[in-house]
């Protein structure tokens, strides 16, 4: 039985990860895709943007690890075998650097920290009065382990959080609207807009023009889910028209973002290359070496996903 890490064009990426496996368990044998030693062998493969295709060669293969919180990246490949179980990373150190970065745009947003970056540079001394947590109320599309993180933190900090979720979970702890019923409410009293759910057919393109239009005015829109959630050209119009104040985007359709895309340039889009939130292979790969052991004793396996709901 082994092991194989696919993450094509990231070869020292991937060896990173072989490493931090080989020294929890060095007896797991390792490939490295393409090398992919007996395919026959392959039975668990750890995976980030996999070929579409590429699982049907291993007719032994179980478990497809991503090796991310998100796994858009496995299961929009059409050709993925059946019966084979997929899983995701759900790790504290990620959902902390998720807090953070969405925390420290919230506060960005209401201290207008790049407006002073930019008039400093013009040495320019233009105070303006703060918007406050009293005052803002931030909604978080997605209340999974990373979104439940976030809105839990920012309600400590006195900021009013209200969550989104496609279907009623028993027990929130902050105020949550679910389905596309509960979607208007949500909308129309959040000030803040971060995306935090999982990519599916359902929410591509869920971040487009209608959508900014039930924000109340001057709202701003944070997108740390993925790229595909947000139709681009609404959302230069909804800021350009002055529908929205400003947007965050970590997360883009085509990565890298090309040079010559007008986010770029636009003076009220933040870019930031999709780090709010990066997988630390020595963090994680305990996870999956306790899944690589479950599977080879026929245990149940963490964190799977149902591949029927995306997520
Ligand atoms: C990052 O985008 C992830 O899915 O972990």
């Known amino acids: 039985m082994t092991l194989l890490i696919v993450m094509p064009d990231k070869t020292k990426q991937a060896e990173s990860w072989a490493r931090h496996l080989r020294k929890l368990d060095p007896e797991i044998g390792i490939h490295i895709w393409p090398e992919a030693g007996t395919p026959e062998e392959v039975e668990m493969a750890l995976s980030w943007r996999h070929r579409p295709g590429e699982f049907l060669k291993y007719e032994n293969l179980k478990c497809i690890a991503s090796m991310g919180a998100g796994?858009?990246?496995?299961?929009?490949?059409?050709?993925?075998?059946?019966?084979?179980?997929?899983?995701?990373?759900?790790?504290?150190?990620?959902?902390?650097?998720?807090?953070?970065?969405?925390?420290?745009?919230?506060?960005?947003?209401?201290?207008?920290?790049?407006?002073?970056?930019?008039?400093?540079?013009?040495?320019?001394?233009?105070?303006?009065?703060?918007?406050?947590?009293?005052?803002?109320?931030?909604?978080?599309?997605?209340?999974?382990?990373?979104?439940?993180?976030?809105?839990?933190?920012?309600?400590?900090?006195?900021?009013?959080?209200?969550?989104?979720?496609?279907?009623?979970?028993?027990?929130?702890?902050?105020?949550?609207?679910?389905?596309?019923?509960?979607?208007?409410?949500?909308?129309?009293?959040?000030?803040?807009?971060?995306?935090?759910?999982?990519?599916?057919?359902?929410?591509?393109?869920?971040?487009?023009?209608?959508?900014?239009?039930?924000?109340?005015?001057?709202?701003?829109?944070?997108?740390?889910?993925?790229?595909?959630?947000?139709?681009?050209?609404?959302?230069?119009?909804?800021?350009?028209?002055?529908?929205?104040?400003?947007?965050?985007?970590?997360?883009?359709?085509?990565?890298p973002l090309d040079p010559g895309h007008p986010f770029w340039s636009h003076p009220r889009i933040v870019v930031t290359p999709h780090i709010s939130s990066l997988t630390q292979p020595a963090r994680v790969a305990p996870q999956i070496v306790e899944n690589y052991h479950r599977m080879k004793t026929g245990r149940p396996l963490l964190h799977t996903v149902d591949p029927d709901r995306g997520y």
């Open 71 to 255: 796994v858009d990246h496995i299961l929009c490949d059409p050709n993925l075998p059946p019966n084979v179980a997929v899983t995701r990373v759900v790790d504290p150190s990620m959902a902390q650097s998720m807090v953070e970065y969405v925390v420290m745009t919230v506060l960005n947003h209401c201290r207008q920290t790049h407006e002073y970056y930019r008039e400093q540079r013009r040495k320019e001394w233009k105070p303006k009065i703060p918007r406050t947590a009293d005052n803002l109320c931030v909604g978080i599309m997605g209340l999974g382990h990373l979104g439940m993180n976030v809105a839990l933190r920012l309600k400590q900090m006195g900021f009013s959080v209200v969550g989104w979720r496609r279907t009623e979970a028993a027990a929130d702890s902050v105020t949550t609207f679910h389905g596309r019923e509960g979607l208007r409410s949500f909308l129309a009293a959040s000030n803040v807009l971060v995306c935090l759910i999982p990519l599916t057919p359902e929410t591509r393109g869920i971040l487009n023009r209608e959508l900014f239009d039930q924000l109340p005015a001057d709202a701003f829109v944070i997108n740390v889910a993925r790229g595909e959630h947000l139709v681009e050209d609404d959302l230069l119009a909804a800021l350009d028209s002055g529908v929205l104040s400003g947007a965050c985007l970590d997360v883009f359709c085509r990565e």
